[in-house]
Nanobody, 123 residues
């Protein structure tokens, strides 16, 4: 599977951005999908994940209440709506896919990655 993330950009604090990730592959609807981010000099960290039908979702504490993940299997796509952005949200955001059940926080538990999209939030 190949993942293509887009939608990043420069935004002022308090603003909103919507990231998209489109996947190839006929079995997209069975994948666990997730978003991670990596700031300069820091490790890649979990942001959000969801199962195949969106019935199970997980968010990091740092984004809970501000970010919402969704998916549209008919379009092989997942989205990350980011509201009330803060400067500490600045990072490269990656989408990831996992073939097996579970919503792990460890990036090593995911099987495919997109190329990343830069999000910069100014104060």
């Amino acid at each position: 599977v190949q993942l293509q993330a887009s939608g990043g950009g420069l935004m002022q604090a308090g603003g909103s951005l919507r990231l998209s990730c489109v996947a190839s592959g006929r079995t997209f609807s069975s994948y666990i999908m997730a978003w991670f981010r990596q700031a300069p000099g820091k490790e890649r960290e979990f942001v959000a994940a969801m199962n195949w039908d969106g019935g199970t979702r997980g968010y990091s504490e740092s984004v809970k209440g501000r970010f919402t993940m969704s998916r549209l299997n008919a379009r092989n796509a997942v989205y990350l709506q980011m509201n009330s952005l803060k400067p500490e949200d600045t990072a490269v955001y990656y989408c990831a896919a996992r073939w097996f059940n579970g919503l792990p926080y460890n990036p090593n538990d995911y099987d495919a990655w997109g190329q990343g999209t830069q999000v910069t939030v100014s104060s």
